[in-house]
């Protein structure tokens, strides 16, 4: 099966935010505000979980016979270009890292204070005179957080499994066999030129429309791993506009069981 996809990490929290200061009064100036906290980093998310691996799919065949009907999975032929291996189960994606903590804002600087003060100048005359003590400034915001700088990776997919073919004998004890099926693979032939259009005394080393061959000698090797079907098989051909194709008539071309090479 598929692997699990990786958690994501958690988000980390905000800053707290700074004291603020102290006012100002008559006698003394207001206090800076404190700085903001910082922002707690980011959780750290995980990998993704490997695939699960694939088991074995068995081909099970009720008798020799019966061989003939893997000819229909194509895959199963040492000249295929498709695996045919069970493939093992995807894995999970990556999770992903939490967001960071935003910083803290600053505390307030303390308010600045006026205040006036009253005093008789040379000419006796009363005045007032205005003062101002200033505040504290703000506090310094507090950092982010961190993001976590491991990079996190999709999970391994599974091992594959494998395909085994059984094939029960006349006792009904299965036989395993290997991966690959039988599979037959023309290595020569001869052919000879049995037109009335063609003079024996005046051969030529290439054929003419319309002249009739006769391809004997055929030889086959069997290049998969287990033999062929005990029946023969039997290829008809007829031809048809040019082309040849299959037919049930009297031109018979027989193969008998063919075991597989060493």
């Given at each position: 099966g598929k692997g699990g996809n990786g958690?994501?990490?958690?988000?980390?929290?905000?800053?707290s935010g700074g004291y603020h200061g102290r006012h100002a009064t008559r006698f003394s100036s207001g206090a800076n505000g404190g700085p903001g906290g910082d922002g707690?980093?980011?959780?750290?998310?995980?990998?993704g979980k490997?695939?699960?691996?694939?088991?074995?799919?068995?081909?099970?065949l009720s008798k020799q016979d019966d061989l003939y009907l893997l000819m229909a999975i194509q895959c199963l032929s040492p000249r295929s270009k498709s695996d045919p291996r069970v493939e093992g189960g995807q894995g999970g994606a990556p999770g992903a890292h939490g967001k960071p903590g935003q910083g803290g804002p600053g505390g307030r600087g303390g308010h600045g204070y006026h205040y006036t003060?009253?005093?008789?100048?040379?000419?006796?005359?009363?005045?007032?005179?205005?003062?101002?003590?200033?505040?504290?400034?703000?506090?310094?915001?507090?950092?982010a957080g961190r993001i976590p700088n491991a990079r996190l990776e999709r999970?391994?997919?599974?091992?594959?499994?494998?395909?085994?073919?059984?094939?029960?004998?006349?006792?009904?004890?299965?036989?395993?066999?290997?991966?690959?099926?039988?599979?037959?693979?023309?290595k020569s032939y001869n052919t000879k030129c049995i037109s009335e259009l063609r003079i024996a005394t005046?051969?030529?080393?290439?054929?003419?429309?319309?002249?009739?061959?006769?391809?004997?000698?055929?030889?086959?090797?069997?290049?998969?791993?287990?033999?062929?079907?005990?029946?023969?098989?039997i290829i008809q051909l007829k031809q048809d506009q040019?082309?040849?194709?299959?037919?049930?008539?009297?031109?018979?071309?027989?193969l008998p069981a063919n075991e597989p090479m060493a």
């Open positions: 958690g994501i990490g958690g988000s980390g929290g905000n800053g707690g980093d980011g959780g750290r998310g995980s990998n490997d695939g699960g691996s694939a088991g074995t799919m068995t081909i099970k003060t009253s005093y008789q100048d040379s000419n006796g005359n009363r005045r007032s005179r205005s003062h101002y003590n200033p505040g504290g400034r703000s506090g310094y915001s507090g950092r999970g391994k997919t599974g091992n594959p499994g494998g395909v085994e073919i059984m094939v029960e004998k006349s006792s009904g004890n299965p036989v395993t066999t290997a991966m690959f099926r039988y599979d037959l693979e023309l005046t051969e030529m080393p290439c054929y003419e429309f319309g002249e009739t061959l006769l391809v004997n000698e055929c030889v086959v090797e069997n290049i998969g791993q287990m033999p062929t079907p005990n029946q023969r098989a040019g082309n040849l194709i299959l037919q049930d008539g009297h031109d018979c071309f027989y």
